[in-house]
Protein backbone atom coordinates (compact mmCIF):
# COMPACT_ATOMS: atom_id res chain seq x y z
CA UNK A 1 0.00 0.00 0.00
CA UNK A 2 2.86 2.17 0.86
CA UNK A 3 4.13 2.02 -2.51
CA UNK A 4 1.00 2.78 -4.01
CA UNK A 5 1.13 6.04 -2.73
CA UNK A 6 4.23 6.51 -3.44
CA UNK A 7 3.92 5.40 -6.80
CA UNK A 8 0.83 8.03 -6.74
CA UNK A 9 2.51 11.04 -5.83
CA UNK A 10 5.57 10.37 -8.60
CA UNK A 11 2.99 10.04 -10.65
CA UNK A 12 1.08 13.30 -10.09
CA UNK A 13 4.15 15.58 -9.40
CA UNK A 14 5.74 14.45 -12.60
CA UNK A 15 2.27 15.31 -14.57
CA UNK A 16 2.43 18.75 -12.52
CA UNK A 17 5.85 18.87 -13.73
CA UNK A 18 5.37 18.29 -17.49
CA UNK A 19 2.40 20.46 -17.48
CA UNK A 20 3.69 23.46 -15.91
CA UNK A 21 6.72 23.03 -17.67
CA UNK A 22 5.84 24.67 -21.14
CA UNK A 23 4.25 27.22 -19.41
CA UNK A 24 7.30 28.30 -17.59
CA UNK A 25 9.48 27.50 -20.91
CA UNK A 26 7.87 30.08 -22.40
CA UNK A 27 7.07 32.90 -20.18
CA UNK A 28 11.26 32.77 -19.59
CA UNK A 29 11.52 32.82 -23.01
CA UNK A 30 8.86 35.95 -24.06
CA UNK A 31 10.70 37.56 -21.23
CA UNK A 32 14.75 37.42 -22.26
CA UNK A 33 14.55 39.99 -25.20
CA UNK A 34 17.24 42.08 -23.58
CA UNK A 35 19.31 39.44 -23.39
CA UNK A 36 20.83 39.98 -27.77
CA UNK A 37 18.65 42.51 -28.56
CA UNK A 38 18.53 46.27 -27.27
CA UNK A 39 15.59 48.82 -27.00
CA UNK A 40 16.84 50.99 -29.15
CA UNK A 41 17.55 48.41 -31.99
CA UNK A 42 14.20 46.61 -31.36
CA UNK A 43 12.55 49.77 -31.71
CA UNK A 44 14.33 50.40 -35.33
CA UNK A 45 13.48 46.77 -36.08
CA UNK A 46 9.69 47.25 -35.33
CA UNK A 47 9.67 50.52 -36.76
CA UNK A 48 10.95 48.40 -40.43
CA UNK A 49 8.36 46.11 -40.28
CA UNK A 50 5.50 48.71 -39.51
CA UNK A 51 6.14 51.09 -42.93
CA UNK A 52 7.09 48.12 -45.13
CA UNK A 53 5.14 48.50 -48.30
CA UNK A 54 1.93 46.91 -48.01
CA UNK A 55 1.32 43.77 -50.93
CA UNK A 56 -1.98 43.80 -53.21
CA UNK A 57 -5.07 42.36 -51.16
CA UNK A 58 -5.43 39.78 -53.41
CA UNK A 59 -1.91 38.17 -51.83
CA UNK A 60 -3.29 38.31 -48.50
CA UNK A 61 -6.46 36.07 -49.24
CA UNK A 62 -4.27 33.80 -51.59
CA UNK A 63 -1.37 33.28 -48.78
CA UNK A 64 -4.39 32.89 -46.33
CA UNK A 65 -5.80 29.99 -48.58
CA UNK A 66 -2.30 28.46 -48.93
CA UNK A 67 -1.63 28.41 -45.37
CA UNK A 68 -5.00 28.68 -43.26
CA UNK A 69 -6.05 32.01 -41.74
CA UNK A 70 -2.38 32.20 -40.59
CA UNK A 71 -2.72 36.46 -40.74
CA UNK A 72 -4.96 36.16 -38.27
CA UNK A 73 -3.46 33.74 -35.78
CA UNK A 74 -0.44 34.51 -33.38
CA UNK A 75 2.66 32.65 -32.76
CA UNK A 76 1.10 30.58 -29.82
CA UNK A 77 -1.91 29.75 -32.23
CA UNK A 78 0.45 28.24 -34.88
CA UNK A 79 2.68 26.11 -32.19
CA UNK A 80 -0.47 24.65 -30.56
CA UNK A 81 -2.12 23.62 -33.92
CA UNK A 82 1.52 22.68 -34.51
CA UNK A 83 1.36 20.09 -31.51
CA UNK A 84 -2.19 18.74 -32.29
CA UNK A 85 -2.36 18.05 -35.95
CA UNK A 86 1.25 18.07 -36.64
CA UNK A 87 1.04 20.60 -39.27
CA UNK A 88 3.16 23.78 -38.00
CA UNK A 89 3.42 26.37 -40.10
CA UNK A 90 5.78 30.09 -39.34
CA UNK A 91 3.65 32.31 -38.53
CA UNK A 92 4.66 36.17 -40.46
CA UNK A 93 6.09 37.33 -37.34
CA UNK A 94 8.16 34.20 -37.00
CA UNK A 95 9.09 34.54 -40.76
CA UNK A 96 10.46 37.92 -40.17
CA UNK A 97 12.31 37.53 -36.90
CA UNK A 98 14.06 34.27 -38.61
CA UNK A 99 14.97 36.10 -41.57
CA UNK A 100 16.34 39.36 -39.46
CA UNK A 101 19.88 39.77 -38.07
CA UNK A 102 18.97 39.97 -35.11
CA UNK A 103 17.84 36.30 -34.82
CA UNK A 104 21.43 35.03 -35.97
CA UNK A 105 23.45 33.26 -33.79
CA UNK A 106 27.00 34.94 -33.53
CA UNK A 107 26.48 37.34 -35.74
CA UNK A 108 26.80 34.03 -38.35
CA UNK A 109 24.76 34.94 -41.11
CA UNK A 110 23.87 31.30 -42.10
CA UNK A 111 23.07 30.08 -38.27
CA UNK A 112 19.42 31.20 -36.86
CA UNK A 113 19.21 31.06 -33.22
CA UNK A 114 15.80 29.46 -32.44
CA UNK A 115 15.19 31.00 -28.82
CA UNK A 116 16.19 34.53 -30.38
CA UNK A 117 13.62 34.08 -33.42
CA UNK A 118 10.73 32.60 -31.32
CA UNK A 119 11.81 35.56 -28.29
CA UNK A 120 11.27 38.07 -30.94
CA UNK A 121 8.53 37.07 -32.88
CA UNK A 122 6.41 37.22 -29.77
CA UNK A 123 8.45 40.56 -29.14
CA UNK A 124 7.13 41.77 -33.11
CA UNK A 125 3.08 40.58 -32.53
CA UNK A 126 3.20 42.99 -29.22
CA UNK A 127 3.51 46.04 -31.65
CA UNK A 128 3.01 44.62 -34.96
CA UNK A 129 -0.07 42.48 -36.78
CA UNK A 130 0.79 39.74 -38.96
CA UNK A 131 0.18 41.28 -42.21
CA UNK A 132 2.39 43.79 -41.43
CA UNK A 133 4.93 40.84 -40.60
CA UNK A 134 4.36 39.66 -43.87
CA UNK A 135 5.19 43.19 -45.81
CA UNK A 136 8.00 43.21 -44.20
CA UNK A 137 9.49 39.29 -44.98
CA UNK A 138 8.51 39.51 -48.87
CA UNK A 139 10.33 42.84 -48.93
CA UNK A 140 13.79 40.75 -47.44
CA UNK A 141 12.99 37.52 -48.04
CA UNK A 142 16.03 35.75 -50.21
CA UNK A 143 14.38 33.66 -52.52
CA UNK A 144 17.91 32.58 -53.69
CA UNK A 145 21.60 33.79 -53.70
CA UNK A 146 20.97 36.48 -56.11
CA UNK A 147 16.82 37.56 -55.81
CA UNK A 148 16.10 39.21 -52.63
CA UNK A 149 12.31 40.33 -52.10
CA UNK A 150 9.14 40.13 -54.24
CA UNK A 151 9.70 43.26 -56.29
CA UNK A 152 12.98 41.41 -57.67
CA UNK A 153 10.81 37.88 -57.94
CA UNK A 154 8.06 39.43 -60.05
CA UNK A 155 10.74 41.66 -61.99
CA UNK A 156 12.89 38.08 -62.57
CA UNK A 157 9.84 35.74 -63.14
CA UNK A 158 7.30 37.73 -64.89
CA UNK A 159 8.88 41.07 -66.24
CA UNK A 160 5.78 42.80 -64.15
CA UNK A 161 5.62 45.20 -60.79
CA UNK A 162 3.66 43.28 -58.25
CA UNK A 163 0.77 45.10 -58.07
CA UNK A 164 0.49 44.10 -61.82
CA UNK A 165 0.61 40.48 -60.97
CA UNK A 166 -2.33 37.96 -61.55
CA UNK A 167 -3.80 35.93 -59.22
CA UNK A 168 -1.75 32.60 -60.54
CA UNK A 169 1.07 34.67 -60.68
CA UNK A 170 1.14 35.76 -57.00
CA UNK A 171 0.60 31.92 -56.01
CA UNK A 172 4.07 31.11 -57.41
CA UNK A 173 5.15 33.80 -55.16
CA UNK A 174 4.13 31.91 -52.49
CA UNK A 175 4.98 28.64 -54.13
CA UNK A 176 8.41 30.16 -54.25
CA UNK A 177 8.67 30.90 -50.64
CA UNK A 178 8.41 26.97 -49.89
CA UNK A 179 10.78 26.02 -53.14
CA UNK A 180 12.89 29.00 -54.22
CA UNK A 181 13.97 28.16 -57.62
CA UNK A 182 16.43 29.83 -60.07
CA UNK A 183 15.16 28.56 -62.78
CA UNK A 184 11.70 28.23 -62.95
CA UNK A 185 8.36 28.45 -60.82
CA UNK A 186 7.57 24.86 -58.51
CA UNK A 187 5.25 23.02 -60.92
CA UNK A 188 1.83 23.92 -60.12
CA UNK A 189 -0.09 22.45 -63.05
CA UNK A 190 -1.94 19.33 -60.62
CA UNK A 191 -2.86 21.99 -58.20
CA UNK A 192 -6.80 23.43 -58.75
CA UNK A 193 -6.07 27.45 -58.99
CA UNK A 194 -9.45 28.92 -57.99
Known amino acids: MIYKKRAFKIIIWVLIIGISSPFFVHYYLRNTWEDFVTENELTEFVTKVKFAEELPDKFYQLYEQEHGNILSHSLNRQILNG ?112
Request: charged share 30%.
Open 83 to 194: LISNDFTKSPSLLAAMISDISRQDKDSSKISNRKAYTLAWKLEEETTQKECLNWVLENYKFDLYIHGIQEVANFYFRKGVSELSDRELSDVIALMKEPSIVNVPDRSEEDMR
